[in-house]
Each structure stands twice: as C-alpha cells, then as structure tokens.
C-alpha cells in the first residue's frame, strides 16, 4: 500500500507501470543471478500462489457458482444469483426455489413478497440483511468514523509537535491503545456503555441503553464509532507526528515571518506538508474501515441488538455465510463487491488527491 | 491533458480565460482606485508599541501552552481510562459494579474473580495455544521476509519490479477474499472434519489445526516492502566489497545484512508476535468446535458472552487484563522497536 | 528605520558533563544601522553572521543584549510582530503554492488601517482628537494589485502561475524577495541570498538587489561570506569573525584601512600579500628592504607581519623587492604574477597593468607605501600602521 501511495502518477499509472515490463541491464550481478533469485523468492512465490493467488482466483469463481455446496464441492453451472441474493434481487419461497424480484409483486395485505407460480401466489422471503444493514452500517463506519480519527489524530499530533516537556510520555500515552487487543478492549468499552455504566452515571444518562439488547441502532452505532476512534487514533498519530518532524522548520519560520497565525499555519504550511501521509493514512484507513469486523465482535458481541442482524458489517456478513456449506458462495459474492468497492474508492481517491497532495 | 480538457470546458459553458478575467478585474474602476503607495500595512494586532506586543505575546503564549496542555491531557484521559476503567472493575464484585453509584475506586478490593477466571477460562492452554502460532508463524515469516527482501533489494532478474508491484497490489485485496476459499481448503482436508476431528492421516487433527492457523500467515507482504527499504539503504560498496572478498550472496546475506538490519528484524518480530496475539477471525473458524485448541482472543470472547442474564463483568474484565497486560509488557520493553517499526511505514509513503 | 544591537550575544550551551563548553555563536554585538542603508554582514563561514541576522528576524532568541527598531525594543517580539522581510538561503518558498499566492500570503495575515470617514468625507476624530481608525482585512483586489506591482519590481510577472519547482534558482530568488518586500516591511533580512546562483546571475541579481533597495528605502541587511559581493552594494560592511564584530565602515574605508590582519586578509581578490617583517628605526622591512618608512608616528621596533596588496606591488626595474616569477596568470583586463619570495608566508601575486611587459624569472618591484600595512604578532594581530 505503501509503495502504491508513493506514486506519483495516481492510481491508473500504478496500474499502468505495474504491468509495463522494466528490464533493468545492471554492470554487476546482472543475469548470473537469474535462477538464484528465484530461490530466494521461491518461499514466499510458492505461499503467495497456495494461499492467496488461488484462493483469490477461486473465490471470484465460488462467487459465480450456482447451487454451490463446498463439502461436496457440487455445483449446477455458473450464475450471477449469488449476487442478486445479496443485493436482495432475488429470493426464496418456502420451498427454498429462487425467485427474482421483477417477477415479483408486494402485497400489502399480506406484508411481504409474492410471487405467482401459475397456481397460486407464494411467498417469497428476501436476504435483506446486507442491503438493510451491512452496507449502510460499513458506510457510516467510514464515513464517521475516518474523517474523524483523521481530524482527532491531527490535531493531537501538531498539539504533540509544538510542545517540548512531557512529549515522550504524552506520545507513549497516545500509543498504548495499538498494542491492545480488539476484542478484549472491545468488551472493555462494552463495560463502559452498559446501561448501569460509567458513561450513563458520568453524564446523568440513567439507564441508557447503549448496545444491551434493547438498545436502538444509533446508539449502538454511536458507541461504535466511539470505540473504532479510540482504537484507531494512535497509529495515526505516530505517522503524522514522525511526518511533522521531518517537515523543514524553514517553511514554518518563513510562515512566522509572513505573520501567519497559528491557524493559517496549520491550514496552508502544515496541512499541504502532511498530504501524502493524510493520504496514505485516508486510504488504508478507508480499506480498514470498509473491512471491520473484531470492533463489532468485541463491543456487541453478536450481529446486533434486540436479536437482529443490525450490526451487520459486510464483512461480518461474509463470515456469517461461511457458517452453512451452501451460503458459502453468497459469502464470495459479498466479498467479492466488498474488493469492487474498496477498489471504487481507492481510484477515487487517487483522482481526487491528484492535485492537492504535494510530494 | 489537464489543460486541454480546462480549455475544452472553458469553451463549452463560454467560461472566460484566466487571462480574460485578469485584464477585466484590471479594468474596474475599483481596481484602478487603489492606491498601493499610500497603504498602510499592519499586523493583526494592528500598530500597538512593541512592550504592548510583546505583553499581549507573552500572554498568548501562555494561554496557547494552557489550551495545548489541556488538550493533551484530556484526551490521554480518555485514552487511558478504559484502561483503568478495566482494572478497577476487574476487582469489584458484580453488586458494585452494576450500582446505580459508581465508584471510581473498588470499595472491597476483590480478587476472586481472577480465580474464576482461572478456574473457567483456560488461561494457560489459550496462552500456549497462541505462543506456539505465534513464534512459530513469526520465524517462518521472518524467514521467508528476509529471503525475498534480499531478492528484492540486491539480486538482479528478469521481471522483478513486475513480481514486486504484485506482491504490493495483493496488499489491497480484502483478507476475506482468502479467507472463503482457505477456510473450505482446510475444511476439505482428507483427515479432517470441522467439529469431529477425524483423524485418518500421518496428522493428527490437532497438528492440522495449527498448521493451519501457522502456515498461511508464513508471507507478510508488508514485512517484505518494509525489509527490502531497510536493505537497500545498506549501501552497495559493502557488497561488492564482501564479492571481493569471495563471499557468496548466502554469507554475505547472513553475515553482513541480517545484522545490520536488526532492528528493523526486531521491530518485525515484535509486531507480528502481537498480531498473532491479537487474530481472532481465522483462528476462530478453523478452530470452531475444538475450544482446547482456541487462541486466547477467541477463547476471551467465547468465554463470556454467552453468560446468561447479569453480565459478569468483573470476571470478565479480569479476563480481558490477563490478555492485555502481556502486550503491554511487550510493549513496555519494546517501545522504541515497536514504534519505529510502526512509523517506518508512513514515512516516505 | 534605524536598527541598534545592543550588546547582542547568543550563545549555545555546552554539556559541562560531557567536557562540551559553551560555543559563543555571537558575542557582544554592538552595531548602529542607520536607516534606508544597506548593510553587508560579512564573514568566513561560522563567524555567527547567519545567527545574527536570525536574532535580527525573531527567529533565535538571543542569550544577552538587546534589539532596537527605531525606538523600540523588540527583543521579546516574535518574528510576526517585527514587520520584517526575510530572504532564506534556500528561499523556503512553499513548494505547493503557486508563485501568486507565495507572494500572496504574507498579505492575507495583514491588515489594512483607514481613517474612518464619516458622509462628507472628513475623518472622524476620536475623543482626543486623533483621526479615529480602523483596521480590515486587504481585499481581494487590493491583493490582486499589490502582487503583480512586486512581481513588477523583481521581473516575475510572468511566472506568477508556476510552482516554485518550475523556476530557476535565479527566479526562485526574486519570488523571494518579492515575498519578502510585498508586505512593506519595516527592514528587509537577505542570508546569503546569492550563494545559489551562478556567477553570471549573481552578478545581476546584486544589482538589482541594490536597485530594490534604493528605490523601496527599506533598511537592509545582507549577509554574506564572499566579500566582493558585499563590498560592491553595500553602504557599509561589518566584518565578523567567530562571532565578535572586526570592523566596519564604508567598504573602500575598510578595505583601505584594514584595523587587523584577519580583515585586510579576508578583504580582497586576490588576497592581500603576507611577509614576515620587523619594524626598525620606523620603518618597515622585510628581509632587509625597507618597504615603507614610517611618518606619521613613531612605533616602536619589534617584529611584524607585513601585509601588501597585490595591486600596491608595482613592477619596477629601479625598485628594490627582487621576486622569484612562477608563472603569470593573464585575466583579461589585469595581468597577475605568482611568484615567491623567501619571507613571504605563501606565493605572493601581484597585478600588472597589461601594457607592462613581464616575463617569469627574476622581477623587480616597489611597493605603495599605502597599500603596505604592518600587523602586530601579538594577540588580535592589529594593524601597527
């Protein structure tokens, strides 16, 4: 990622420069050392190409798979079912046939889906759970949660830079919480919201309900995000703190001799400065955030409250699939539009920092 | 490109040039009135004597050292307090703990939930459990890092920037794309039956098990691009000199680059040893049915989220102390490494 | 605006543990700078000019002493409160602004003051009478036309959309000064604003250093370690060595009327001439010609260090200085000889005047006694006569 973030030429060139082939005539080694190398890289060739290269090309196809039952390794031809499935485009009556949604009609008397086989009008029952809450949940994850640990970590870290006593230990404060456990922190926090906790008897809240079973989804949200902050904030403080350090203190003495403010100096010197590790930091923390999971294990500790799946993530769902044989391609699908998005955003991103981040 | 598609939008919405707008501004009457010469310029503060200034600085100064201070301070208090938080409420029995006053500090220190924690959680078998996975992942890793960073860094071949923009590439693939078709790889294995463990091989399914939770995470790409920048800046005269001296490239990588990179081999140990401390989803799949072969992570959360009605909290924080304080201690004792380790990353992309 | 050092010394504490003293960077800095002068600090490399001149800027604090503008002390004031302009050694532009809003900026911190006028026009006065004013922020306009009037000034206008990473280091330097000027500073700071140029540039760039400066009449000081470019503009040199101040003056005084053997030593090129000599009877000899004779004083006989500068060696077959010619170095205009001479403390060079015909070998030479100067042995090696 970070070789990727290092380009200059955005996202497309990577892509491009990745596939031009540089061959590089150099006066020592040189070809001599042709087969050796491969030794070298035969180890972690061999591991790559068992444990990633083939499982990624095999989920794509698992995706594809239709009827697909992994202890029997049976399948009835290729589909885009799986997909529609998890989009909620398509689903099943009682007798577990799948059926699409355009042939489908909402009754309303009955409250649900109905399909007409020829004799009679079935119900038809919809996978709702990404579309309804794993998607939407994965969203706001990312869009609260990134800005703001970016925000918190920057501002704590030109806090950190500008003063001179106690910025060791301040620093090491700031970084104890990336060495815990998710999980286990996790349930720390989850002692922290419980409706009889500290936070509800800190801010006169009574008995709250946070994320007990019978919470709401914001709260439970709410007190997500408040934990995926905390969790995330010291990693981006080291590397905007060790990126503050190595900005020349030149422009910031010829910003004090333009009589730039502290904030203006901040906002013009400091912020343009930092732009390739914001960017870095942006990106990884959007893949990250796209692919929470442990946060949602350690808090709630189920998939959501009051016996719902409302604290879906994507990726909470994916792993949910792995549960039963058959939803095992439903799983891929997912996972599948998971790396479709997350490659949406990353190219996004690229494009639009194009201009605003200075090497 | 970029000019040209300026220039193509300029032409369609009738937008004007910026040289256009430029000599219009210039022409406004407005424009023209001013006066540059007779301005008078002034700082913010505006024209105050310089004892004022310096008064109004010296001020400034300490209301910006306060307000920074404070700042700090109160967000290490909420960074340090679910830690605290976590201590004193592993010692309260559950009747405080669930008080509609809370104390900030246990009215009867309480140590017994510690040794229902012993009792229940199977501490030592998790711990092993997880220093096995983990030592032995982390020297495959190590192994294998440092084999294809000095490939990368010093060895010349056919394709390598190609292999290498590769290997990074993969860094931007969902895990759980690997995941789905690992966990049914695992899961198909011959001898092996998720939830029954049979066992009809030269492995026992418990060997099964860890090497699944081992080997896979045997190659870190990251640790390799972090590696092969730290050999790189290893500058080359040592190795002509070393082929100089007859060395082969196996000695000289053992003899001349391993030890110079130590630190960078140490701060990888460290945080790979904690990330297999902390992994929880793949262990919790491969080990589903089997709780003696669990991983601390997942035996914490199994543990006691299905305890039925009142939460035991103060057990469960106990729990969750056990499996912090390790890294702690790893942390205490390893900080520069760790945080070197970690802020290498960002620094130069 | 007329500025005073006072006293001025700044020193970087040693480690008293470790056997590491304290390094005075700058020490007892007494200068006057009068105003709409420009003003060359000059110094080898580490004489603490550099430092001073960031003292000067608010960027150091200084250890002692004090830093008067005008009539102000403005030694606790932080740089943005001085109302200065800097130029850096490498001109800190900001790399990601373009050169518009580099110059720009300085004058989106600042404020404008107006009288405020009531409907006729007439200035409202205040309770004590004084013109009651306010201040506002610049508009975009007034910007807009302070900035393409400096990037007149320094002949930029036309790169006034590029990245400072697209100009060449002579442009980079003018975007800098522009910076520097656009906000009317009260004095203008220069370090070592040259030294990245080429020879050719530099020439022209310290012309029109000395063009900005005399049509803005802001009070200057420049900083430098080659001498000719600080003897060429300046209205005075200081010249400063391990950071205590030598001498200053006009630089023809100074180079005239070296008060020391290190400045009339680091003044001129070629480098002025040394000899071991000795005074007798009031006059100077070295070896056992008598260089110069002594009238205006009497000193009293003792050893010395003669100093001659090369254009005061005059090729003349009746003179008395017989030296031993190398090689002759033709420079265009001038004509230089190296040679040697068994006193002498390195190769002696002297100028000719190109119509004189000289050939390597023995020459004969006579010396202006005004360009012959006599060094003490002894402590700051002052100037005898």
Redesign the interface.
């Known amino acids: 990622m970070a070789a990727v973030a290092k380009k200059k030429g955005g996202f497309l060139d990577f892509f491009k420069n990745l596939f031009k082939r540089k061959e590089r005539v150099s006066a020592d080694a040189g070809e001599r050392n042709n087969w050796k190398a491969w030794l070298y890289l035969a180890p972690v060739i061999i591991l790559l190409s068992v444990f990633t290269f083939y499982p990624l090309i095999n989920t794509v196809v698992i995706a594809f798979l239709k009827d697909y039952d992994y202890t029997t390794q049976v399948s009835s031809g290729f589909t885009f079912d799986n997909f529609l499935t998890v989009l909620t485009l398509a689903g099943k009556d009682a007798s577990q046939n799948l059926v699409y949604k355009w042939n489908c009609t909402y009754d309303a008397a009955l409250g649900s889906w109905v399909y007409n086989n020829g004799t009679e009008l079935v119900k038809v029952y919809f996978q709702t759970d990404v579309l309804k809450y794993a998607l939407p949940n994965t969203m706001i994850i990312t869009f609260v949660t990134v800005p703001l640990s970016i925000i918190i970590a920057l501002l704590i870290s030109v806090c950190l830079h500008s003063i001179k006593a106690f910025q060791k230990i301040f620093q090491t404060i700031f970084f104890v919480p990336y060495v815990t456990n998710a999980v286990a922190v996790g349930m720390v926090f989850a002692v922290l919201f419980d409706s009889q906790g500290i936070l509800n008897y800190i801010f006169g809240l009574g008995t709250y309900y946070w994320i007990d079973q019978t919470a709401t989804h914001t709260s439970a949200m709410f007190a997500l995000c408040v934990y995926i902050i905390w969790h995330a904030l010291p990693y981006k403080i080291l590397i905007f703190l060790s990126a503050l350090q190595n900005i020349?203190k030149?422009?910031y003495?010829?910003a004090?001799?333009?009589?730039?403010?502290k904030f203006?100096t901040f906002m013009?010197?400091t912020v343009?400065?930092l732009?390739p590790q914001i960017l870095y930091i942006m990106i990884t923390s959007f893949i990250g955030s796209f692919k929470e999971y442990t946060s949602v294990v350690g808090l709630i500790g189920s998939a959501g409250t009051g016996g719902t799946n409302n604290m879906y993530t994507i990726v909470y769902y994916v792993y949910d699939c792995l549960k039963a044989p058959t939803t095992v391609s439903r799983g891929a699908a997912a996972a599948l539009m998971l790396f479709v998005i997350i490659m949406i955003f990353t190219a996004i991103q690229f494009q639009v920092s194009k201009r605003r981040v200075?090497y | 490109m970029e000019y040209d598609s300026r220039n193509f939008i300029q032409k369609l919405f009738k937008m004007k040039s910026?040289e256009e707008k430029q000599a219009e501004?210039e022409a406004?009457p407005?424009?023209q009135a001013?006066d540059?010469s007779s301005?008078?310029?002034?700082?913010?503060?505006?024209?105050a004597?310089?004892?004022q200034?310096?008064k109004a600085?010296?001020v400034g100064r300490v209301i910006s050292s306060i307000i920074t201070y404070s700042f700090l301070l109160f967000m290490s208090v909420i960074i340090l307090f679910p830690f605290y938080w976590m201590i004193i409420t592993s010692l309260k029995n559950t009747t405080e703990i669930r008080a509609s006053v809370q104390t900030f500090f246990p009215a009867t220190v309480l140590w017994s939930n510690y040794i229902t924690v012993f009792n229940t959680f199977d501490f030592v078998t998790y711990v092993g459990n997880t220093l096995l996975v983990g030592i032995i992942s982390t020297i495959g890793t190590l192994i294998t890092t440092i084999l294809a960073a000095f490939a990368f860094a010093r060895l010349n071949f056919k394709g390598k920037d190609l292999i290498f923009a590769i290997l990074l590439a993969t860094m931007m693939i969902p895990g759980e794309m690997m995941v789905i078709t690992n966990y049914i790889t695992v899961a198909k294995l011959p001898w092996y039956e998720f939830g029954v463990g049979l066992v009809n091989g030269w492995l026992g399914y418990t060997d099964t098990i860890f090497a699944a939770m081992i080997i896979p995470f045997w190659v870190s790409v990251f640790y390799i691009y972090l590696l092969r920048q730290n050999f790189k800046q290893i500058p080359n005269e040592l190795y002509l000199a070393a082929k100089v001296d007859g060395k082969s490239d196996w000695q000289f990588l053992w003899h001349v680059m391993v030890p110079l990179a130590l630190p960078t081999l140490i701060s990888i140990f460290i945080l790979k040893l904690m990330g297999s401390w902390n992994s929880y989803v793949w262990p919790q799949l491969v080990t589903a049915g089997h709780d003696s072969l669990r991983l601390v992570t997942n035996g914490l959360r199994s543990s006691f989220s299905t305890t039925s009605g009142e939460p035991q909290y103060g057990i469960q924080m106990a729990a969750t102390i056990l499996v912090t304080v390790p890294l702690l201690l790893l942390f205490i004792f390893f900080r520069k490494y760790i945080m070197k380790g970690v802020g290498r990353a960002g620094i130069k992309g | 605006m007329e500025i005073r050092l006072k006293n001025l010394t700044k020193c970087f504490p040693g480690n008293p543990k470790k056997g590491i003293p304290d390094t005075y960077a700058v020490n007892a800095l007494d200068i006057t700078i009068p105003d709409a002068k420009l003003v060359g600090l000059l110094g080898p490399s580490g004489c603490g000019k550099s430092t001073t001149l960031y003292m000067v800027?608010?960027?150091l604090e200084p250890s002692e002493g004090e830093i008067w503008?005008g009539d102000?002390?403005?030694t606790?004031?932080?740089?943005?409160?001085r109302?200065?302009?800097?130029v850096?050694q490498?001109y800190?532009?900001?790399?990601?602004?373009t050169v518009y809003k580099n110059v720009a900026?300085?004058?989106?911190?600042?404020?404008?003051?107006?009288a405020v006028k009531d409907k006729d026009g007439n200035p409202v006065m205040d309770e004590t009478g004084k013109p009651y004013?306010k201040?506002r922020k610049l508009t975009k306009?007034?910007i807009?036309?302070?900035v393409r009037?400096t990037a007149k000034i320094v002949q930029i206008e036309q790169y006034l959309?590029r990245k400072p990473n697209q100009l060449s280091g002579g442009q980079q330097q003018r975007v800098a000064i522009a910076?520097?000027l656009v906000?009317?500073p009260r004095v203008l700071l220069l370090d070592e604003p040259l030294s990245n140029l080429d020879a050719r540039l530099r020439l022209q760039t310290r012309e029109e250093i000395r063009r900005i400066q005399q049509s803005t009449g802001i009070t200057t000081i420049f900083v430098t370690h080659d001498q000719e470019e600080a003897m060429s503009i300046s209205d005075e040199i200081v010249v400063m060595k391990l950071g205590v101040e030598q001498q200053r003056g006009v630089p023809q005084e100074v180079y005239n009327n070296p008060c020391n053997k290190f400045v009339a030593n680091f003044l001129g090129t070629p480098p002025i001439n040394l000899f071991k000599g000795r005074i007798e009877g009031n006059k100077v000899y070295i070896g056992n010609e008598v260089v110069r004779e002594i009238t205006e004083k009497d000193v009293p006989d003792q050893e010395c260090t003669v100093g001659i500068r090369p254009e005061g060696i005059i090729v003349d077959p009746n003179g008395s200085f017989t030296f031993e010619c190398d090689r002759i170095l033709t420079m265009g205009r001038d004509i230089m000889l190296v040679a040697e001479h068994p006193e002498a403390t390195t190769n002696t060079k002297f100028i000719v005047d190109a119509f004189v015909e000289v050939s390597t070998g023995t020459v004969k030479c006579s010396v202006k006694p005004h360009k012959c100067f006599a060094f003490s042995l002894e402590g700051d090696e002052l100037r005898i006569i």
């Not at chain 3, 606790?76 to 409160?81: G, T």
């Not at chain 3, 109302?83 to 800097?86: A, F, M, S, T």
């Not at chain 3, 800190?92 to 602004?97: F, K, N």
């Open positions: 020349d030149q422009y003495d010829a004090k001799i333009d009589c730039a403010g203006k013009n010197v343009p400065m732009s200075h | 910026r501004r406004s407005e424009y001013i540059t301005m008078t310029l002034v700082i913010k503060e505006g024209r004597n310089a004892a200034l310096a600085q010296k | 800027a608010g960027l503008f102000e002390d403005v606790d004031l932080e740089p943005e409160k109302g200065i302009g800097l850096f490498n800190a532009l900001y790399p990601h602004m900026f300085p004058l989106t911190n600042l404020r404008i003051e107006e004013i201040k306009d007034e807009d036309k302070i009037e959309e910076r520097a906000k009317k």
